[in-house]
């Protein structure tokens, strides 16, 4: 290799290491970065079809296996097959104040989002999160969902009698 080639080449593996350093992380590095976009996301969803499915791509398995639940007995119900996050409120999602901060604290895996607004005495949510188990420097929202309530059993009919014809 010519001492010009040489030098080219130095170069251009030094440029491609100061752009990999100038390289910003992924919106949910972070348990706040995680929630913020997920807000964002479902802010969007009434205008923008594909921001409900990015919502529930930033979930936590714990959220989508109750959603996954909920959608399962909608498919039963409605005789057509209804998608996990059709299950998320899109276009009905609003926000009962507007975050202005945001921190977190992080226990291994779990993270808490304590999230205040303009007024940190009534505008408050604390917003749970959880290592993404696909990306371990990733943080998917857990936020709290109602449990799915116990499928419920049909009673055979008591009321009329058995009758066996011989």
């Given amino acids: 290799m010519t001492p010009h080639a040489r030098l080219r080449f130095i170069a251009s593996l030094a440029s491609l290491v100061l752009l990999s350093a100038c390289s910003r992380p992924a919106p949910d590095a972070t348990p706040e970065g995680a929630v913020r976009a997920w807000l964002d996301r479902m802010e969007a969803s009434d205008e923008d079809p594909r921001a409900i499915r ?5 979930l936590g398995p714990t959220a989508r296996a109750n959603l996954g639940e909920r959608a399962e007995r909608a498919s039963r119900l409605e005789g057509h097959r209804v998608e996990p996050w059709d299950m998320l409120a899109d276009g009905r999602f ?9 921190v977190s604290r992080v ?38 969902l ?4 116990p499928q419920p059993r049909r009673e055979p009919d008591r009321a009329s009698p058995r009758t ?3």
Avoid: I, Q
């Fill in 54 to 58: 990015e919502a529930y791509a930033l």
């Fill in 94 to 102: 609003g926000l009962k104040f507007r975050p202005k901060a945001m």
């Fill in 107 to 144: 226990e291994g895996n779990l993270a808490t989002v304590a999230v205040t607004g303009d007024e940190p005495l009534t505008e408050h949510a604390t917003v749970h999160c959880a290592r993404a188990p696909e990306s371990p420097a990733a943080w998917r929202v857990e936020p709290d």
């Fill in 146 to 149: 109602p449990p799915v309530p």
């Fill in 164 to 166: 066996d014809e011989h």
